[in-house]
Nanobody, 124 residues
């Protein structure tokens, strides 16, 4: 079992930046594929970014490509999401997720472990 806790959310103006953190406990995440998802009010949860076990491969939703960067520090058992050039449409609750599958995973049902989420609000 792995527990995930997100932090770093908040209110930011359009064009600003935020860095989300996801701290894991219970198990080392060095052999977990990690992902970030988000859910806006009235919308389904959607994939934002994913990163491989070693961090050597990162992949993104088209909507955030070039603006967001996912990274991980396995020594600290932590995953990050650097969000730049934020837009009002990025407003959502952001969730960290984990799966032991080594493959690229894009769908929420593929991740058995989830954090409680952190709110990101981007004002125009």
């Amino acid at each position: 079992q792995v527990q995930l806790v997100e932090s770093g959310g908040g209110l930011v103006q359009a064009g600003g930046s935020l860095r989300l953190s996801c701290a894991a406990s219970g198990r080392t995440i060095s052999r977990f594929t990690m992902g970030w998802f988000r859910q806006a009010p009235g919308k389904e949860r959607e994939f934002v970014a994913g990163i491989s076990w070693s961090g050597g491969r990162a992949y993104y939703a088209d909507s955030v490509k070039g603006r967001f960067t996912i990274s991980r520090d396995n020594a600290k058992n932590t995953v990050y999401l650097q969000m730049n050039s934020l837009k009002p449409e990025d407003t959502a609750v952001y969730y960290c997720a984990a799966t032991q599958s080594p493959r690229e995973r894009l769908y929420s049902y593929e991740y058995p472990y989830w954090g409680q989420g952190t709110q990101v609000t981007v004002s125009s």
